[in-house]
């Protein structure tokens, strides 16, 4: 079964470029001028393997459609843009993009990071032959086959949530650094902020209402196994 890849670019020559050298790669593509398309396709259930944004969109731009999208969802998203300031970066990536590259680029490199971005996930999302579950109060992490049940329901979560709350759940009163739970759960080349980690832990927080993990002010997070929530 080919991976599906949806393309949002509003140039036809870029876009056609770029579809012409992933389908020579075999994936399957979808192509799309602009973001409302885009998000109407995605509401419709038809849910690509990954997804390639370009900022500079008429209408919703890709920053507000890469955060729809991660709202309700842990597919991979690579940005596109003609902008090269860090702050566009940083912004990208901390609203749940997983890669960022700048325009004019090569369509062989983004092939290689589309390749290298499936990989990643890959290996992050498939259980690694564990059959067991680990509990800390009223939250149960079912570890083989990546479901979480917190007061007696179960909450769906998205890959990253999954990763962050396993990371705590097997390392009960242990405090870990934002720059740890980076390379843990984005991976080791992850270039953007720290404050993705305070946005997902926010997340949780949010989805999970008294869940105890605790702030370490001036450094980063751990998950009591105490009733007690010191946040």
């Known amino acids: 079964m080919h991976a ?4 949002v670019e509003d140039d036809r020559n870029i876009q056609n470029i770029v579809k012409a050298y992933l389908q020579k790669e075999g994936y399957d593509i979808i192509a799309m001028d602009n973001a409302e398309d885009a998000w109407e396709y995605w509401n419709s259930g038809k849910k690509p393997d990954m997804w390639i944004l370009d900022i500079m969109l008429p ?3 890709g920053y507000e459609l890469c955060k729809k999208i991660r709202d309700t969802s842990d597919v991979p998203i690579i940005i596109i843009s003609a902008k090269d ?3 566009d970066k940083i912004l990208g990536l901390e609203l749940g993009g997983d890669d960022y590259l700048t325009k004019p680029f090569s369509p062989r490199e983004l092939v290689a990071r589309v390749k290298r971005l499936f990989k990643r996930v890959t290996v992050q999302r498939v259980p690694q032959g564990v059959k067991e579950e680990r509990q800390l109060g009223d939250l149960i992490v ?6 979480i049940v917190w007061q007696g329901e179960e909450i769906e ?3 990253k949530e999954f990763d962050m709350l396993s990371i705590f759940v097997q390392n009960q009163n242990r405090a870990f650094s934002r ?3 980076l390379k843990k759960v984005w991976g080791e080349d992850y270039f953007g902020s720290d404050r993705a980690v305070d946005d997902l832990i926010k997340r949780l927080r949010k989805k999970l209402d008294g869940l105890p993990i605790e702030t370490v002010w001036g450094y980063g997070y751990r998950m009591r196994s105490s009733s007690e929530d010191g946040s």
Do not use: C, F, Q, Y
């Not at 599906?4 to 393309?7: D, E, H, K, L």
């Not at 079912?142 to 479901?147: A, N, P, S, V, W």
């Open 4 to 7: 599906n890849v949806a393309i």
């Open 85 to 87: 300031e860090e702050i």
């Open 157 to 159: 979560v998205t890959a």
């Open 59 to 61: 209408g919703m731009d």
């Open 142 to 147: 079912k570890l083989d086959d990546r479901r």
């Open 179 to 181: 720059e740890e739970l």
